[in-house]
């Protein structure tokens, strides 16, 4: 266990999982330190084949910590969290997903570089981003539109509503959706089925797979430069002051 986030190593497969209950797992700039850890520690490990990445306690993860969106300075908060999302949208071996609950703003775009994901019926994607005065991240802008279209990716990047593991599961944004009981235990039969694959066919399929990735790296860096820009902006300021006041956020000038 290492800030918010535990590891366990099970045969060939890498478990990671969010581990911060109390509050949602959100996610701190020490939980990102961790996660990108972990996949680099996978990625030069050649007994690792597999990832897997799940939450606890009924949620998979609040997404960033609004706190320390609140309290980053200039430029302070984007470190840790561009180390994750290089990690994480450039990682060679396989990543499997596990999803429960919330799984908002960043908890749903990092799906988008994983391989499969499977989910529970109480699974319940969201990318609030605008609502918090904010810009898609994570190559969100360019990978959403291009699986689901773009008036779709606008009604959840811009409207801003939530969809449901069904919808998730028609999107093709999740492989498949278990009962909530037997989530766990196909996350792991799934990872252990392809960490006895051969792991170089393996990883030449997932490489052949991926989306574009030159252009995938470019919006992240686009996307960052605008989201740090953002994070010091009034609207966002009023936004995560609202959360915590749990009153409705005024934009109204
Ligand atoms: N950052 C910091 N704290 C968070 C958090 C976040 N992203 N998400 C939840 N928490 C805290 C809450 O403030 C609350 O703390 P409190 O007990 O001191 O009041 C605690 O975690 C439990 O959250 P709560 O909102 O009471 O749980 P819920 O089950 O009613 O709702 C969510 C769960 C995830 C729907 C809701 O917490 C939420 O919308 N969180 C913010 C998500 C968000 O905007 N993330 C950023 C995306 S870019």
């Given at each position: 266990?290492?800030?918010?986030?535990?590891?366990?190593?099970?045969?060939?497969?890498?478990?990671?999982?969010?581990?911060?209950?109390?509050?949602?797992?959100?996610?701190t700039?020490?939980?990102?330190?961790a996660l990108?850890?972990?996949?680099?520690e996978?990625?030069?490990?050649?007994?690792?084949?597999?990832?897997?990445?799940?939450?606890?306690?009924?949620?998979f993860?609040?997404?960033?910590?609004?706190?320390?969106?609140?309290?980053?300075a200039?430029?302070?908060?984007?470190?840790?969290?561009?180390h994750?999302?290089?990690?994480?949208s450039?990682?060679?071996?396989?990543?499997?997903?596990g999803?429960?609950?919330?799984?908002?703003?960043?908890?749903?775009?990092m799906?988008?570089?994983?391989?499969l994901?499977?989910a529970?019926?109480?699974?319940?994607?969201?990318l609030p981003?605008?609502d918090?005065?904010?810009?898609?991240?994570?190559?969100?802008?360019?990978?959403l539109?291009?699986?689901i279209?773009?008036?779709?990716?606008?009604k959840?990047?811009?409207l801003?509503?939530?969809?449901?593991?069904?919808?998730?599961?028609?999107?093709?944004?999740?492989?498949?959706?278990v009962?909530?009981?037997?989530?766990d235990?196909?996350?792991?039969?799934?990872?252990?089925?392809?960490?006895?694959?051969?792991p170089?066919?393996?990883?030449l399929?997932?490489?052949?797979?991926?989306e574009?990735?030159?252009?995938?790296?470019q919006?992240?860096?686009?996307?960052?430069?605008?989201?740090?820009?953002?994070?010091?902006?009034?609207?966002?300021?009023?936004?995560?002051?609202?959360?915590?006041?749990?009153?409705?956020p005024n934009?109204?000038r």
């Open positions: 266990m290492t800030d918010g986030i535990s590891r366990k190593r099970s045969g060939a497969v890498l478990e990671l999982r969010f581990n911060r209950p109390d509050r949602k797992n959100a996610i700039s020490a939980m990102y330190s990108a850890g972990g996949l680099s996978a990625e030069r490990d050649e007994s690792i084949r597999v990832v897997t990445i799940a939450g606890s306690e009924g949620s993860t609040a997404g960033n910590d609004l706190r320390d969106f609140q309290q980053a200039p430029g302070e908060a984007e470190r840790p969290v561009a994750f999302l290089e990690a994480i450039t990682f060679p071996k396989v990543l499997v997903a999803v429960a609950g919330p799984a908002v703003g960043v908890g749903t775009t799906l988008l570089h994983c391989d994901v499977i529970a019926p109480s699974a319940l994607f969201s981003f605008v918090l005065g904010l810009v898609p991240e994570a190559g969100s802008s360019l990978l539109p291009r699986l279209g773009r008036q779709r990716a606008a959840h990047l811009i801003g509503e939530p969809f449901d593991a069904e919808t998730a599961f028609g999107y093709g944004l999740v492989t498949e959706v009962a909530e009981d037997a989530l235990a196909r996350l792991r039969e799934v990872a252990e089925r392809i960490a006895a694959k051969p170089e066919a393996v990883r399929t997932k490489k052949l797979l991926r574009d990735p030159s252009a995938v790296r919006r992240i860096a686009d996307e960052s430069a605008l989201f740090g820009e953002r994070l010091q902006s009034p609207e966002a300021a009023e936004a995560f002051a609202a959360f915590f006041e749990k009153r409705p934009f109204s």
